[in-house]
């Protein structure tokens, strides 16, 4: 990110951001609410288009990218998690048809979940209640994470 500047109606949202994220590395936005954290990540998408500056995906300008191309490169995991009365297994796999265990396992590997979910009673056949109600929320945002990997 160089430059960028973003803003709703007349309201300044970000000014001049610059930001480098190495490929593979995993970072935290931190700041207090309506400070432009979602705004920032909602950009790189184009969900919106910045005012000025650039975003820049390996070297290439993220506006040369078709949008639906530039969409399929990444995952998205919202604030509030969608999860299934049903077991870790099947909300992981949800929407990949005849995903295996080894994608499931992977996709949590990825997401920092495999443990967590070794730990629970029946593994990635535990059900996990009504929107993951049997699951703490740090474990509802990872199990959600997992979906955006497989």
């Given amino acids: 990110m160089q430059n960028v500047s973003f803003k709703y109606a007349e309201v300044d949202v970000l000014k001049e951001v610059n930001l480098t994220v190495e490929k593979g590395k995993t970072i935290a936005l931190v700041g207090q609410s309506g400070s432009g954290k979602s705004t920032l990540v909602d950009l790189v998408p184009r969900f919106y288009d910045i005012e ?24 998205n995991v919202n604030q509030e998690s969608i ?28 997401a920092n979940a495999h443990e967590f979910i070794l730990e629970t009673e029946k593994g990635y056949q535990t059900n996990i209640g009504d929107r993951g109600s049997k699951l703490s929320g740090g474990q509802r945002q990872r199990l959600s994470s997992c979906t955006s990997c497989t």
Avoid: Y
């Fill in 52 to 75: 000025r500056g650039a975003i820049f995906i390996d070297d290439e300008n993220i506006k040369s990218i078709k949008i639906r191309d530039l969409r399929l490169l990444m995952g």
């Fill in 83 to 110: 999860l299934f009365n049903d077991t870790i297994f099947n909300n992981i796999a949800f929407g990949v048809d005849s995903a295996t265990e080894e994608e499931v396992i992977a996709a949590a590997k990825v």
